[in-house]
């Protein structure tokens, strides 16, 4: 069971605000805000949806239900921080944690997953930097645009002590502290998420 929800003043919140109002006017972007700033990643397109998908198939198996989708992970970076992993692992009782705007507390995250976009260096560089803070204990990325995966772990203030980059032709054994044992095969991942070429 994780801790209970960070109690967040609901003071005026403008870049919430104007993120909610891109959103709706750009149906299917993912809109965050990290460190004070608006970010729009584009619509996922149907490589970075297969990878996503064959990444939460063995959760599945397992019986983790708790495997979602574009939830809400709020930040505390900032008074209005928050990003949407592409997929997340949660407590059974995450919906006793929710903060506000659809987002969770990061207390009962126990993994995020990012299938990179156009936008990579966010998922690399940035987000790494969110997520160790946030204190969410393991960060898995399929970078589509270098053929890699990456499996951070062990967070400590801005960064993550523990980071091994895994290539095609491996296996790789996530850390049974997500709710059970998950073998990853990475050329599968990596295959299911190589980008179309252009027309």
Known sequence: MSSAAVERPR??????AEANLIMES???RRVEI?????????????????ALMLFAV???QLGLVRALPGIGLWLPTGPEDYVIPDLSVVDDD????RVENSCYDPACFRLVMEVTSSNW??????????YARAGIPVY?????????????????RDSYTTHHIHTAGESV????????????????LLEAGRPETED
């Open 11 to 16: 003071e005026n919140r403008p870049l919430i």
């Open 26 to 28: 750009l149906p299917g």
């Open 34 to 50: 990290i460190g004070g700033q608006i970010l729009v990643s584009p619509a996922p397109d149907g490589p970075h949806s297969e």
């Open 58 to 60: 063995p959760f599945l």
């Open 94 to 97: 995450y919906r006793d944690h």
């Open 121 to 130: 260096k966010t998922d690399l560089r940035t987000k790494v930097t969110s």
């Open 140 to 156: 898995v990325i399929i970078d589509r645009r270098h053929q890699r995966l990456h499996v951070l772990t062990a967070p400590v």
């Open 173 to 188: 054994t996530l850390p049974e502290s997500i709710g059970g044992k998950v073998v990853l095969d990475v050329s599968r």
